[in-house]
């Protein structure tokens, strides 16, 4: 009976371009560098004591990574210890953000869907896949569905073989 009736894959066959977000996640490692080590009590940083404790951090260990810079506590931090971070980092890291590693990643996304050449979609019907290893933030979704919607027929959420419909541009009849 087989014979006779072949499966087909219809997802195989339906035309269905997945983008796949984690595929654009960064490569390098992402590592916070919290400034709260170096407070006083947690509320105060001294100008001398961070001196010397940036010239002890062992910034060979941070090469080849992401660092994003950021205090966890509430206090005030002056803007040239961030620049000192930043002189002494900077020699080793790929990337310095200022912020948590969340917000890194929110702008990282930002910057690469923007470039994304989207005219390769035009007039065809796009899953973006949902489930990741990685986290991928909600507001790459937003932006990819949004500088997509211009050039795709239809657009999806999920994996090609059960999706939520997101996006179906009119069809035009013609006269």
Same mark, same amino acid.
């Given at each position: 009976?087989?014979?006779?009736?072949?499966?087909?894959?219809?997802?195989?066959?339906?035309?269905?371009?997945?983008?796949?977000?984690?595929?654009?996640?960064?490569?390098?490692?992402?590592?916070?560098?919290?400034?709260?080590?170096? %407070?006083?009590?947690?509320?105060?940083?001294?100008?001398?004591?961070?001196?010397?404790?940036?010239?002890? /951090?062992?910034?060979?260990?941070?090469?080849?990574?992401?660092?994003?810079?950021?205090?966890?506590?509430?206090?005030?931090?002056?803007?040239?210890?961030?620049?000192?971070?930043?002189?002494?980092?900077?020699?080793?890291?790929?990337?310095?953000?200022?912020?948590?590693?969340?917000?890194?990643? /929110?702008?990282?996304?930002?910057?690469?869907?923007?470039?994304?050449?989207?005219?390769? &979609?035009?007039?065809?019907?796009?899953?973006?896949?949902?489930?990741?290893?990685?986290?991928?933030?909600?507001?790459? &979704?937003?932006? %990819?569905?949004? %500088?997509? /919607?211009?050039?795709?027929?239809?657009?999806?959420?999920?994996?090609?073989?059960?999706?939520?419909?997101?996006?179906?541009?009119?069809?035009?009849?013609?006269?």
């Amino acid at each position: 009976m087989a014979e006779d009736n072949p499966l087909i894959n219809r997802v195989a066959n339906s035309g269905l371009i997945t983008i796949n977000l984690e595929d654009y996640f960064p490569k390098e490692e992402i590592i916070d560098f919290d400034i709260k080590q170096f %407070l006083f009590m947690e509320m105060i940083l001294k100008e001398k004591d961070f001196r010397g404790a940036l010239k002890q /951090q062992d910034w060979k260990s941070y090469e080849g990574k992401i660092l994003c810079v950021h205090c966890s506590v509430d206090a005030i931090i002056p803007t040239w210890a961030y620049m000192l971070i930043s002189a002494n980092a900077s020699p080793f890291v790929v990337d310095l953000y200022f912020g948590q590693k969340s917000g890194y990643i /929110q702008q990282y996304f930002d910057d690469v869907l923007e470039d994304l050449k989207y005219e390769a &979609y035009k007039d065809r019907r796009v899953v973006i896949k949902g489930c990741s290893d990685k986290e991928v933030p909600p507001s790459a &979704y937003m932006k %990819l569905t949004g %500088l997509l /919607q211009p050039f795709a027929q239809s657009i999806m959420f999920g994996e090609p073989c059960s999706t939520v419909p997101i996006f179906k541009r009119p069809r035009v009849i013609k006269k």
